[in-house]
């Protein structure tokens, strides 16, 4: 397989097993599904318990940029090196909800 289609299902594992702990979080049932091991199903439920929703919202959508650029950039190493660069540091961002308010105050003062 090429190194490129590996590139691309790393992305793409990441994006299932975020749909999967964002579902079980929202519907916790779901964790009982008889095809997912033991161990797996631990894990996401743990997962599902500890992250808000709005991180996983977050990486979802990173993770689809991410499947999107690998896809279709010419050097797929350095798309998938700036994704995980990306998905690394997003957690030094502050949320949309602490930007929204300082953005507003900042244009009254303009």
Same mark, same amino acid.
Request: hydrophobic letters at 45%.
């Given at each position: +397989?090429? +190194?490129?289609?590996?590139?691309?299902?790393?992305?793409?594992?990441?994006? $299932?097993?975020?749909?999967?702990?964002?579902?079980?979080?929202?519907?916790? $049932?779901?964790? $009982? &599904?008889?095809?997912?091991?033991? &161990? $797996?199903?631990?894990?996401?439920?743990?997962?599902?318990?500890?992250?808000? /929703?709005?991180?996983?919202?977050?990486?979802?959508? /990173?993770?689809?940029?991410?499947?999107?650029? =690998?896809?279709?950039?010419?050097?797929?190493? +350095?798309?998938?090196? /700036?994704?995980?660069?990306?998905?690394?540091?997003?957690? &030094?961002?502050?949320?949309?909800?602490? =930007?929204?308010? #300082?953005?507003? #105050?900042? #244009?009254?003062?303009?």
């Amino acid at each position: +397989m090429p +190194m490129e289609q590996t590139r691309l299902q790393y992305f793409g594992i990441l994006a $299932e097993i975020t749909h999967w702990v964002s579902v079980v979080k929202i519907t916790p $049932e779901t964790a $009982e &599904d008889p095809t997912i091991s033991t &161990d $797996e199903r631990q894990r996401g439920q743990k997962m599902a318990e500890a992250l808000p /929703m709005r991180a996983l919202t977050r990486l979802w959508q /990173m993770l689809l940029k991410a499947l999107e650029e =690998v896809a279709t950039a010419p050097n797929t190493m +350095m798309a998938a090196e /700036m994704a995980v660069i990306r998905l690394t540091h997003v957690a &030094d961002l502050p949320s949309p909800r602490r =930007v929204s308010p #300082k953005t507003a #105050k900042q #244009k009254t003062r303009l």
